[in-house]
């Protein structure tokens, strides 16, 4: 038995992601991302399952390309300006300092947390701040390929740390998939 939608939506907040309940959710990322062999549709796949898992606005899937970051993806609700396959919109890595450092560090966060991370994003979004958001490292091999970032609009609940504790399990299930479908590429 795999996981299925919760039948309300009050119901799709702080569900209690432990035990089953959590190995549920990570057989149904595994099972949504498994058949992709290109990145985008891997990508796309995979933040839409995870915005539909933790009730996400919208997800966002971010890849390093050198000493860059890459946006590879947004589903859900976009803000104006924001497209499903972004192109070529790359950006340093060194203009979100305490983002990368957090980040190559393995670690996430959530906007509720106190953290140098947190401020960076609310002053250098190009866009409305969420009223709730986390981003978590995309970890594979032991080498983090990116940022997978989840956004939660006014009169949702906002992520909490458990919350965080899930997507980062999930975002190495995607970071998992990754070098897969890179090395099938090249």
């Given at each position: 038995?795999?996981?299925?939608?919760?039948?309300?939506?009050?119901?799709?907040?702080?569900?209690?992601?432990?035990?089953?309940?959590?190995?549920?959710?990570?057989?149904?990322?595994?099972?949504s991302?498994?058949?992709?062999?290109?990145l985008?549709?891997?990508?796309?796949?995979?933040?839409?399952?995870?915005?539909?898992?933790?009730?996400?606005?919208?997800?966002?899937?971010?890849?390093?390309?050198?000493?860059?970051?890459?946006?590879?993806?947004?589903?859900?609700?976009?803000?104006?300006?924001?497209?499903?396959?972004?192109?070529?919109?790359?950006?340093?890595?060194?203009?979100?300092?305490?983002?990368?450092?957090?980040?190559?560090?393995?670690?996430?966060?959530?906007?509720?947390?106190?953290?140098?991370?947190?401020?960076?994003?609310?002053?250098?979004?190009?866009?409305?701040?969420?009223?709730?958001?986390?981003?978590?490292?995309?970890?594979?091999?032991?080498?983090?390929?990116?940022?997978?970032?989840?956004?939660?609009?006014?009169?949702?609940?906002?992520?909490?740390?458990e919350?965080?504790?899930?997507?980062?399990?999930?975002?190495?299930?995607?970071?998992?998939?990754?070098?897969?479908?890179?090395?099938?590429?090249?």
């Amino acid at each position: 038995m795999g996981w299925t939608p919760p039948p309300s939506a009050a119901a799709r907040y702080h569900r209690g992601w432990t035990g089953p309940g959590r190995s549920d959710v990570i057989r149904h990322l595994v099972a949504s991302v498994d058949g992709y062999e290109e990145l985008v549709p891997l990508a796309h796949g995979a933040a839409a399952a995870v915005a539909e898992v933790m009730a996400a606005s919208s997800a966002h899937v971010t890849l390093i390309v050198g000493d860059e970051y890459c946006d590879i993806v947004n589903v859900g609700d976009l803000e104006p300006g924001q497209v499903t396959y972004p192109e070529r919109q790359y950006y340093p890595m060194d203009s979100y300092p305490a983002a990368t450092k957090r980040l190559l560090s393995h670690r996430g966060y959530v906007s509720s947390d106190e953290l140098a991370v947190v401020d960076e994003y609310r002053a250098q979004t190009p866009y409305a701040v969420p009223a709730s958001f986390m981003g978590v490292p995309i970890v594979a091999r032991g080498e983090v390929f990116g940022e997978l970032f989840l956004t939660r609009s006014t009169g949702q609940p906002p992520f909490t740390q458990e919350d965080l504790e899930l997507v980062m399990d999930l975002a190495t299930v995607l970071g998992a998939r990754i070098p897969a479908v890179i090395d099938a590429s090249s």
